[in-house]
């Protein structure tokens, strides 16, 4: 049997960079600094003996270089950490209801308008449309905390 949201991935995706886009992308995000980009023009100029003091040497080049890298290391690191971090999200449990009863499946393969059953005190996902809540009037208190930082909780009622 086919899903209907079988062709759209569901999967969490908080990392900036993957291993082909992270040299132009990081490059790009480093020189939109405005100290980066001023000390990339002082080098340039420093090529040109006839208007440098230190005889067409970019003297200042190392230094810039140095700072490029580390940023660049530094942002490696994060975005690594993220992609873990990723996959350990995708890969936790949810229960899916399929031909009649729920059946445990990786949050990354959960997809558009698949039925899922949310425990108490369980985390979700931010692309859940309430259908049903044990309440008998309907209504269910959610915290966004990883969402929008706030820390109460917040009404929402099934339909009717």
Same mark, same amino acid.
């Given at each position: 049997?086919? /899903?209907?949201?079988?062709? %759209?991935?569901?999967?969490?995706?908080?990392?900036?960079?993957?291993?082909?886009?992270?040299?132009?992308?990081?490059?790009?995000?480093?020189?939109?600094? =405005? @100290?980066?980009?001023?000390?990339?023009?002082?080098? +340039?100029?420093? %090529?040109?003996?006839?208007?440098? =003091?230190?005889?067409?040497?970019?003297?200042?080049?190392?230094?810039?270089? =140095?700072?490029?890298?580390? +940023? @660049?290391? !530094?942002?490696?690191?994060?975005?690594?950490? /993220?992609?873990?971090?990723?996959?350990?999200?995708?890969? !936790? &449990?949810?229960?899916?209801?399929?031909?009649? !009863?729920?059946?445990? /499946?990786?949050?990354?393969?959960?997809?558009?308008? #698949?039925?899922? /059953? =949310?425990?108490?005190?369980? &985390?979700?996902?931010? *692309?859940? +449309?309430?259908?049903?809540? %044990? #309440?008998?009037?309907?209504? %269910?208190?959610?915290?966004?905390?990883?969402? *929008?930082?706030?820390?109460?909780?917040?009404?929402?009622?099934?339909? !009717?």
């Amino acid at each position: 049997m086919a /899903r209907a949201g079988a062709f %759209c991935g569901n999967g969490l995706i908080t990392s900036k960079y993957t291993w082909w886009n992270f040299l132009p992308m990081n490059l790009f995000q480093q020189f939109k600094k =405005i @100290a980066n980009t001023y000390f990339l023009v002082i080098c +340039v100029l420093q %090529c040109f003996e006839s208007i440098s =003091i230190s005889g067409g040497k970019p003297t200042n080049l190392m230094p810039l270089i =140095i700072v490029i890298v580390v +940023v @660049a290391s !530094k942002d490696a690191y994060e975005d690594c950490k /993220r992609h873990k971090a990723d996959e350990q999200a995708n890969a !936790k &449990p949810g229960e899916v209801f399929v031909d009649g !009863k729920f059946v445990s /499946r990786p949050w990354g393969e959960i997809g558009v308008s #698949d039925v899922i /059953r =949310i425990s108490k005190n369980q &985390p979700i996902p931010a *692309d859940v +449309v309430l259908l049903q809540a %044990c #309440d008998e009037s309907g209504f %269910c208190y959610v915290e966004t905390k990883s969402l *929008d930082g706030e820390t109460n909780l917040k009404l929402k009622q099934a339909p !009717k």
